[in-house]
């Protein structure tokens, strides 16, 4: 699971192209806040390695009952944070 923007990114200054956005924390807080820090790379294996570029916090709340937290968090970061982002694999 994870994000593509394929014509690229800015990170620091640098486009990279294309540009890779996966959760790599997650934190509940206070019930149903939660708060997560996706990591920006220009490969998935960086990003799989802990090795992001950039990372990038983005707070929202979720229905923990649904126990779809992750795809809940990606679905509402796509609405917010990363409008013209792709699902990476579908």
């Given at each position: ?6 014509d690229?990114y800015?990170?620091?200054?640098v ?5 890779y956005?996966?959760?790599?924390r ?10 997560a820090?996706?990591g ?7 990003l799989e ?29 796509k ?12």
């Amino acid at each position: 699971m994870g994000l593509i923007k394929q014509d690229g990114y800015i990170v620091n200054g640098v486009l990279i192209t294309p540009a890779y956005a996966k959760i790599t924390r997650l934190y509940n807080q206070n019930g149903n806040d939660t708060v997560a820090y996706f990591g920006i790379s220009n490969t998935r294996e960086n990003l799989e390695e802990n090795a992001p570029l950039e990372e990038i916090a983005f707070s929202c709340e979720i229905d923990k009952k649904q126990d779809k937290i992750f795809n809940e968090v990606y679905t509402k970061a796509k609405e917010e944070l990363f409008e013209d982002w792709e699902d990476d694999i579908q």
